[in-house]
């Protein structure tokens, strides 16, 4: 007995079952699979405690969570403390271990700012920017004078350390700058040590000619060079800042003010500061 060949009916449907069901069974994983993110971390201040700790709060987040591929810093800032700037570069150095970092340089990176951004993997700026500012500075110290009212146990109880010593740890940390800078612009930089640590601050295009920075762009740019480094496509730009659950705040002014209330560029309190500080405007 000869059995009957199948029809061409059964033939064209299972044909287009085995074309159709693995389409499905893609689109419905793909639809449980999180699109990857690339996160945006905005510093449009100095950096302090209270600016310092909302970087770290993202950079974190952005660290323990799988959909966050890539981070851009998107920064126009003047710098700020040594220790908060350090804790920051810190922070970023464990974030780079597993994703990209881009800096992208809107108004100035100067200083502290231009510390965290040497820290990260790719540095762009536009042609007007304000880069560098290199170096450290710090109120210094005032002389022991004997209180008859207070007594401490030793001469610098009160102010800390001798000038000369001041000075020393100014100087180290001038070196660390240096050594951050040293590391992490690696064979781009066409300058020598001698003239990064000038303290001046350069336009984006001079500093694209010392290799300060790796390119003149935009964001958009840098959202495109931050999803080549992390091999993603298709991404979600995401500011970090919502996603970590960071409040909206008026946050303390890190500067002195004047009389009238507006906002010097001098820092609250005396310290040693990755800062740049412009010449204060000539009264009338």
Request: aromatic share 8%; glycine share 8%; hydrophobic share 40%.
């Amino acid at each position: 007995m000869i059995a009957a060949a199948p029809s061409k009916k059964w033939g064209t449907g299972a044909l287009l079952l085995f074309i159709v069901l693995p389409l499905i069974a893609g689109i419905l994983l793909s639809l449980l699979v999180p699109r990857p993110i690339i996160g945006i971390i905005y510093l449009n201040d100095a950096i302090y405690s209270n600016t310092a700790q909302e970087m770290i709060t993202q950079i974190i987040y952005a660290r323990e969570h799988a959909e966050v591929r890539a981070v851009i810093l998107v920064l126009n800032s003047p710098g700020g403390t040594v220790t908060d700037t350090e804790s920051v570069y810190m922070e970023l150095a464990r974030l780079r271990q597993n994703k990209p970092v881009i800096t992208m340089i809107e108004g100035m990176a100067a200083s502290g700012a231009y510390y965290i951004s040497s820290g990260t993997d790719y540095i762009l700026a536009k042609p007007s920017s304000e880069v560098g500012n290199v170096g450290v500075i710090g109120y210094m110290p005032s002389p022991p004078t004997i209180y008859e009212e207070v007594y401490s146990t030793g001469p610098y109880k009160l102010w800390g350390s001798p000038r000369d010593t001041f000075m020393r740890e100014m100087e180290m940390m001038k070196g660390g700058f240096l050594k951050a800078v040293l590391l992490g612009r690696g064979q781009a930089l066409k300058v020598p040590s001698e003239v990064v640590l000038r303290g001046q601050i350069w336009p984006g295009t001079e500093a694209l000619r010392m290799g300060l920075i790796d390119e003149l762009g935009t964001q958009s740019r840098a959202y495109e060079k931050a999803a080549q480094l992390a091999r993603i496509t298709h991404a979600k730009v995401e500011d970090l800042r919502t996603l970590a659950g960071i409040p909206s705040i008026v946050p303390a002014s890190f500067f002195m003010l004047t009389e009238d209330g507006k906002s010097t560029s001098y820092p609250k309190e005396p310290g040693i500061y990755y800062l740049y500080i412009p010449p204060m405007e000539k009264q009338p």
